[in-house]
């Protein structure tokens, strides 16, 4: 069963739908595997690239350090970062998004996946 979210902004022509996936997303920095999940949020937001929300259970966050970083996007919120000692904000999630995309909270996106 999947849910959707649609948002979207009749003014710029915006949209973000969020949909609860079924795909196996494996995530993998120089060879080692940062995460592995069957259980992905998928948002698609107009504008950017298919993103993979991954459980906080299915990362390895022993191997992330948080960053000082934070960035706002006025349709999802503010993002805190996370980073590898050879990679810098690698990772982010938003702690507390808006309504609209509420099914990423407790999840964490990454800047590269594969689909396996």
């Known amino acids: 069963m999947t849910s959707e979210t649609p948002g979207h902004n009749e003014r710029t022509g915006h949209a973000i ?9 494996r995530v993998v920095h120089e060879g080692q595997v940062l995460a592995e ?26 191997l992330l350090t948080p960053s000082d ?7 999802k919120g503010t993002a805190s970062y996370w980073s590898l000692p050879d990679a810098a904000d690698l990772v982010w999630s938003y702690p507390d998004p808006k309504p609209e995309v509420a099914a990423i909270k407790d999840h964490l996106c990454f800047y590269a996946t594969e689909l396996a």
Do not use: A, K, M, W
Request: hydrophobic fraction near 20%; proline fraction near 10%.
């Open 69 to 75: 970083t934070t960035t706002y996007c006025p349709f």
């Open 37 to 62: 999940s069957s259980r992905p949020v998928v948002l698609r937001e107009t504008g950017c690239p298919v993103r993979y929300y991954l459980p906080r259970e299915d990362v390895r966050t022993d």
């Open 17 to 25: 739908t969020v949909q609860q996936g079924s795909e196996h997303v």
